[in-house]
């Protein structure tokens, strides 16, 4: 959640990270905190919930309509000075936005800054089924009321995310 001080309104969101390496998947849910796992690709595609967000996020990439709104630099390779690590980057993200009033929905292609060392995580191991069952309690916990009407919200985001 957050505070758009300039329409003295809310915003909630919600952030997804994935990063596919071989047979795994690095997943990474946040909002106010943080929340990752790496899981077998084989069992993110048996989560209906995270499999469509990532099967949007798939859809998505390569379509050209970037918002400049919703993008940090028009530089892809661009990183600002304080953050030149290996590990820095933006990368290609969708934006589901609601219009709290009126309540239309659109989708926006532009991009975040995210620190993800790809070396690292390319020798990460499947996390533990601890660490798993830790991260899906964490995640239901947060947005289990999404699956009151998942069908719809995949129906509507799936429609928004073709039409970028």
Same mark, same amino acid.
């Given at each position: 959640?957050s505070?758009?001080?300039?329409?003295?309104?809310?915003?909630?969101?919600?952030?997804l990270?994935f990063?596919?390496f071989?047979?795994?998947?690095?997943?990474?849910v946040f909002?106010?905190a943080s929340? &990752?796992?790496v #899981?077998?690709?084989?069992?993110? @595609? %048996?989560?209906?919930?995270?499999?469509?967000?990532? +099967?949007l996020?798939?859809?998505?990439i390569?379509?050209?309509n970037?918002?400049?709104?919703?993008?940090?630099t028009?530089?892809p390779n661009y990183?600002?000075t304080?953050y030149?690590?290996n590990?820095?980057?933006?990368?290609d993200?969708?934006?589901?936005?609601?219009?709290?009033l009126?309540?239309?929905?659109v989708?926006k292609?532009?991009?975040?800054?995210? &620190?993800i060392? #790809?070396?690292r995580?390319?020798? @990460? %191991?499947?996390?533990?089924?601890?660490?798993?069952? +830790?991260?899906f309690s964490k995640y239901?916990?947060?947005?289990?009321f999404?699956e009151e009407?998942f069908?719809?919200?995949?129906a509507t985001?799936?429609?928004?995310?073709?039409?970028?």
């Amino acid at each position: 959640m957050s505070k758009n001080f300039t329409y003295n309104r809310t915003s909630f969101y919600k952030n997804l990270v994935f990063a596919k390496f071989d047979d795994k998947v690095y997943v990474e849910v946040f909002n106010c905190a943080s929340s &990752s796992v790496v #899981l077998p690709y084989s069992d993110l @595609m %048996k989560n209906e919930y995270l499999k469509t967000y990532y +099967e949007l996020s798939l859809a998505a990439i390569g379509k050209p309509n970037i918002d400049s709104d919703y993008y940090g630099t028009n530089d892809p390779n661009y990183v600002p000075t304080k953050y030149e690590r290996n590990s820095e980057m933006y990368v290609d993200t969708i934006y589901i936005i609601e219009d709290d009033l009126t309540h239309a929905k659109v989708a926006k292609k532009g991009n975040t800054h995210q &620190s993800i060392n #790809l070396n690292r995580l390319k020798k @990460m %191991k499947v996390s533990t089924d601890a660490k798993i069952e +830790e991260f899906f309690s964490k995640y239901n916990k947060v947005y289990g009321f999404e699956e009151e009407n998942f069908a719809e919200r995949k129906a509507t985001y799936t429609a928004l995310v073709n039409n970028l």
